[in-house]
């Protein structure tokens, strides 16, 4: 039995677990996982990810979940992983790590509840949430400081100095790209200031090209259907629907 690897491109870790096996050469099978749809609370998927979010894989007879632990599990298993991804040396090791544990509470918990609650949730049947939104973004935008005053600090061009991206740099811009489903304005007013970390987007796209910007075809699909709901004053569509739709033309 091959790797197999449940995601929704939709989701950030799932890009992110993507890109990397693609880049490294890693084969696998994906397995679509519907978060749309409600596919991950499926009796068939709790058997492979008991907490029922995306990703998760399957290499044998061995079932593993959460993205961070599955990224570091594929770059020690697999031959062939560039050692820059997860190094060896353990304090370099460890300063990896320590990333990984900052973007859950961090990072991740500003960005994908603001992208939800300011623009996301009406495709969910769900009303945008203000009061959310503003909690969201305060830490969004802490984050994103303390990312270029912190993580980017030193010479590297990529997290914790390194002069070649890790696991953490492709974890986090697969987070920040998430931004892209709001308004410019929104978007530039957030990142604006940030011109490190702007830079750090890009040379991390630029590594992991061509396969970072095919793993996120979907969301360029996602913003321009929003840009168009609101120009129409909204289709009443689900996101279900217009994942549908993209993903046939795919």
Same mark, same amino acid.
């Given at each position: 039995?091959g790797?197999?690897?449940?995601?929704?491109?939709?989701?950030?870790?799932?890009?992110?677990?993507?890109?990397?096996?693609?880049?490294?050469?890693? !084969?696998?099978? !994906?397995?679509?996982?519907?978060?749309?749809?409600?596919?991950?609370?499926?009796?068939?998927?709790?058997?492979?990810?008991?907490?029922?979010?995306?990703? +998760?894989?399957?290499?044998?007879?061995?079932?593993?979940?959460?993205? $961070?632990?599955?990224?570091?599990?594929?770059?020690?298993?697999?031959?062939?992983?560039?050692? $820059?991804?997860?190094? +060896?040396?353990?304090?370099?090791?460890?300063?990896?790590?320590s990333?990984?544990?900052?973007h859950?509470?961090?990072?991740?918990?500003?960005?994908?509840?603001?992208?939800?609650?300011?623009?996301?949730?009406?495709?969910?049947?769900?009303?945008?949430?203000? $009061?959310?939104?503003?909690?969201?973004?305060?830490l969004?935008?802490?984050?994103?400081a303390?990312?270029?005053?912190?993580?980017l600090?030193?010479?590297?061009?990529?997290?914790?100095?390194?002069?070649?991206?890790?696991?953490?740099?492709?974890?986090?811009?697969?987070?920040?790209?998430?931004?892209?489903?709001?308004?410019?304005?929104?978007?530039?007013?957030i990142?604006?200031?940030?011109?490190?970390?702007?830079?750090?987007?890009?040379?991390?796209?630029?590594?992991?090209?061509? $396969?970072?910007?095919?793993?996120?075809?979907?969301?360029?699909?996602?913003?321009?259907?929003?840009?168009?709901?609101?120009?129409?004053?909204?289709?009443g569509?689900?996101?279900?629907?217009?994942?549908n739709?993209?993903?046939?033309?795919?």
């Open positions: 039995m790797l197999k690897v449940y995601v929704d491109r939709m989701s950030q870790p799932s890009r992110a677990l993507l890109i990397f096996c693609k880049v490294n050469g890693i !084969e696998f099978d !994906e397995v679509r996982i519907d978060l749309s749809k409600g596919q991950h609370r499926s009796p068939e998927y709790a058997e492979i990810n008991p907490m029922k979010n995306v990703p +998760a894989i399957v290499d044998g007879r061995f079932k593993l979940f959460e993205s $961070h632990a599955i990224l570091v599990y594929l770059a020690c298993a697999f031959p062939g992983v560039a050692e $820059h991804w997860y190094p +060896a040396d353990l304090s370099r090791r460890a300063k990896i790590d990333v990984l544990h900052w859950h509470s961090n990072l991740r918990s500003g960005a994908a509840p603001y992208v939800f609650n300011a623009r996301l949730a009406p495709l969910f049947g769900v009303p945008l949430n203000p $009061h959310a939104a503003v909690k969201a973004k305060k969004l935008i802490d984050s994103l303390k990312i270029e005053t912190i993580w600090k030193g010479k590297g061009r990529f997290l914790v100095g390194s002069s070649q991206p890790s696991i953490a740099d492709l974890s986090l811009v697969c987070e920040i790209m998430q931004l892209e489903l709001l308004d410019e304005e929104d978007r530039n007013q990142l604006g200031p940030h011109k490190k970390v702007q830079q750090w987007i890009e040379d991390t796209k630029n590594a992991t090209r061509p $396969h970072f910007d095919e793993m996120h075809i979907i969301l360029f699909k996602v913003k321009e259907k929003l840009a168009r709901m609101s120009a129409e004053g909204g289709t569509k689900t996101l279900a629907d217009n994942k739709q993209m993903l046939s033309k795919m």
